[in-house]
């Protein structure tokens, strides 16, 4: 499976909501994609070119929820994770492997659905206005590199 494969899982959830339901959330893709990506995508959610890294950070602090999604062939403790981490936003990954599930349930800072789980997406996005848009509390200083490298030193 590929990057944008766990995005149908989204859309199948979605497209089960009652139209207030779909009313009281939007969702926003923002990157690089291939026109039948967009295509799709758009026909249920709002979808933007790549923006500038300023205007990414920006969108990332406002946003209520942040989208993580990973698949299988790709590792899914990347920059991205990081990136998200460092607005205290919520984080919803999209995926069944444990890597990042594993560091974003260890700081409390969202919730791992695998994208297979429709009615369970289902759930979430049903009840996503409800949910409580505090921002996380975990502790990053773990994950920061400069202490990921005292670690791996002590490896080598």
């Given at each position: 499976?590929?990057?944008?494969?766990?995005?149908?899982?989204?859309?199948?959830?979605?497209?089960?909501?009652?139209?207030?339901?779909?009313?009281?959330?939007?969702?926003?893709?923002?990157?690089?994609?291939?026109?039948?990506?967009?295509?799709?995508?758009?026909?249920?959610?709002?979808?933007?070119k790549r923006i500038s890294?300023?205007?990414?950070?920006?969108?990332?602090?406002?946003?209520?929820?942040?989208?993580?999604?990973?698949?299988?062939?790709?590792?899914?403790?990347?920059?991205?994770?990081?990136?998200?981490?460092?607005?205290?936003?919520?984080?919803?990954?999209?995926?069944?492997?444990?890597?990042?599930?594993?560091?974003?349930?260890?700081?409390?800072?969202?919730?791992?659905?695998?994208?297979?789980?429709?009615?369970?997406?289902?759930?979430?996005?049903?009840?996503?206005?409800?949910?409580?848009?505090?921002?996380?509390?975990?502790?990053?200083?773990?994950?920061?590199?400069?202490?990921?490298?005292?670690?791996?030193?002590?490896?080598?």
């Amino acid at each position: 499976k590929g990057r944008f494969d766990v995005c149908f899982g989204l859309i199948e959830a979605y497209k089960l909501l009652n139209e207030e339901q779909k009313n009281s959330i939007e969702i926003v893709f923002y990157g690089d994609f291939y026109d039948y990506e967009i295509n799709i995508l758009s026909e249920f959610f709002t979808v933007h070119k790549r923006i500038s890294r300023e205007l990414v950070m920006e969108v990332q602090r406002e946003a209520d929820v942040l989208l993580l999604l990973a698949c299988e062939k790709y590792s899914v403790i990347t920059g991205k994770l990081f990136e998200y981490l460092s607005t205290g936003n919520r984080i919803l990954g999209l995926f069944d492997k444990p890597y990042a599930g594993t560091i974003i349930n260890e700081l409390q800072a969202g919730d791992i659905i695998p994208s297979s789980h429709t009615e369970a997406l289902r759930i979430y996005l049903a009840t996503l206005s409800d949910i409580d848009a505090v921002n996380y509390t975990g502790r990053l200083e773990p994950y920061m590199y400069s202490n990921l490298f005292k670690n791996y030193e002590k490896l080598i």
